[in-house]
């Protein structure tokens, strides 16, 4: 079993270390984000109890690995279109191969596909590192920040509105020790960074199979992975 507090220090240690990979060099931060999808596509099946979950977790996969490579040979996102296509077709595929009779067809095909984006997602911090590594130091430590008050004891609203007041907080001042940020924009990725990681808390806790050790890494990966965006928006704009 993993409570809540075991799966915001998961997530704070592994952006934690995503930044000192960030730091060593774009080679690190690739095999680092490629470990980070494959034990998220591990557990994510678990996490929403789904039919066939090593074939999900095949396909998303597949789809991280994939989406990396694609970003690092055309340093930007121009490939993740067909790679998300990709991951959808092989979803389905999974699908006909299956011998179980193919109970919940629709649920498993829509998890499936989820777990594809998110993985994509993740491979924003990969990209905005290419031209804007303090970006991503910046959303690594934003999420250090709000992983670190989701881990206090306190009821489900309080923990997250203290989460995103941290993280937004740390933001804003990452962002005044880099000028070619500054501190409104790193306000602002700091908001969203809070936000998503109080909405994965008081998400992920509602979830029957989170206290289960792979469904708990993948609820304590997700924030991460899913972050990937916002951080390669404020990426191409500093």
């Given at each position: 079993?993993?409570?809540?507090?075991?799966?915001?220090?998961?997530?704070?240690?592994?952006?934690?270390?995503?930044?000192?990979?960030?730091?060593?060099?774009?080679?690190?931060?690739?095999?680092?984000?490629?470990?980070?999808?494959?034990?998220?596509?591990?557990?994510?099946?678990?996490?929403?109890?789904?039919?066939?979950?090593?074939?999900?977790?095949?396909?998303?996969?597949?789809?991280?690995?994939?989406?990396?490579?694609?970003?690092w040979?055309?340093?930007?996102?121009?490939?993740?279109?067909?790679?998300?296509?990709?991951?959808v077709?092989?979803?389905f595929?999974?699908?006909?191969?299956r011998?179980?009779?193919?109970?919940?067809?629709?649920e498993?095909?829509s998890?499936?596909?989820?777990?594809?984006l998110?993985?994509?997602?993740?491979?924003?911090?990969?990209?905005?590192?290419?031209?804007?590594?303090?970006?991503?130091l910046?959303?690594?430590?934003?999420?250090?920040?709000?992983?670190?008050?989701?881990?206090?004891p306190?009821?489900?609203?309080?923990?997250?509105?203290?989460a995103?007041?941290?993280?937004?907080?740390?933001?804003?001042?990452?962002?005044?020790?880099?000028?070619?940020?500054?501190?409104?924009?790193?306000?602002?990725?700091?908001l969203?960074?809070?936000?998503?990681?109080?909405?994965?808390?008081?998400?992920?806790?509602?979830?029957?199979?989170v206290g289960h050790?792979?469904?708990?890494?993948?609820?304590?990966?997700?924030?991460?992975?899913?972050?990937?965006?916002?951080?390669?928006?404020l990426?191409?704009?500093?």
């Amino acid at each position: 079993m993993m409570a809540a507090s075991s799966r915001a220090v998961l997530t704070g240690a592994v952006a934690g270390l995503l930044a000192l990979a960030a730091w060593w060099g774009d080679v690190a931060l690739a095999v680092a984000l490629v470990a980070v999808g494959v034990v998220y596509a591990f557990g994510w099946p678990r996490l929403v109890d789904i039919p066939s979950k090593r074939g999900s977790w095949v396909v998303v996969t597949l789809a991280t690995v994939a989406a990396l490579a694609s970003a690092w040979w055309t340093e930007g996102i121009d490939g993740l279109a067909v790679v998300v296509a990709g991951g959808v077709i092989a979803s389905f595929v999974h699908q006909m191969a299956r011998k179980d009779g193919r109970p919940r067809l629709t649920e498993t095909v829509s998890a499936t596909v989820t777990g594809i984006l998110v993985v994509t997602a993740g491979v924003g911090w990969l990209v905005a590192a290419f031209t804007a590594l303090e970006v991503v130091l910046l959303g690594a430590a934003a999420l250090v920040a709000a992983s670190a008050a989701t881990a206090i004891p306190a009821r489900g609203p309080v923990v997250g509105a203290v989460a995103a007041v941290a993280a937004t907080a740390v933001g804003a001042g990452v962002g005044l020790v880099f000028p070619m940020i500054g501190p409104v924009p790193g306000l602002l990725l700091g908001l969203v960074v809070g936000v998503v990681m109080a909405l994965s808390h008081l998400l992920f806790n509602e979830f029957p199979a989170v206290g289960h050790r792979r469904a708990a890494l993948a609820a304590g990966l997700m924030p991460l992975l899913s972050l990937g965006a916002p951080v390669l928006v404020l990426g191409s704009f500093v």
